[in-house]
């Protein structure tokens, strides 16, 4: 619905009885997150084949993911997953100033 649509429903449903568009607005908003908390909101997702791994990288070696179009957040507790077509690898995500105390620790990277 647009707004002059919601302002009318809301006046046919107060018997007729007027409101001003700014509360009218502001009580939408305020019902917004109400509304949209039980929602199941998961952030959309997909698939990157382009970047590979060899064995020959350490903790030092850089892996350039700013090309990935839709790379630009992490959620969740395990936001990267290798697969190495057997198996797959979770990893978490470690805070940058911390790289250093978490560069023998398996599973994680940091990202600057």
Not at 33 to 47: D, Q
Not at 51 to 61: L, N
Not at 81 to 88: A, I, V
Not at 96 to 101: A, D, E, G, N, V
């Amino acid at each position: 619905m647009t707004g002059p649509e919601l302002k009318t429903f809301y006046e046919e449903v107060n018997g007729g009885a007027s409101i001003g568009s700014t509360l009218l607005f502001q009580l939408i908003n305020l019902a917004k997150p109400w509304w949209s908390k039980p929602r199941p909101w998961a952030v959309l997702r997909c698939t990157d084949t382009s970047k590979s791994v060899t064995t020959a990288g350490t903790w030092q070696t850089a892996i350039d993911l700013s090309s990935i179009v839709r790379f630009n957040r992490f959620y969740g507790e395990e936001p990267v997953t290798l697969f190495d077509g057997l198996r797959s690898y979770p990893f978490r995500q470690m805070p940058w100033h911390q790289r250093l105390s978490y560069k023998d620790t398996p599973r994680t990277f940091v990202l600057r």
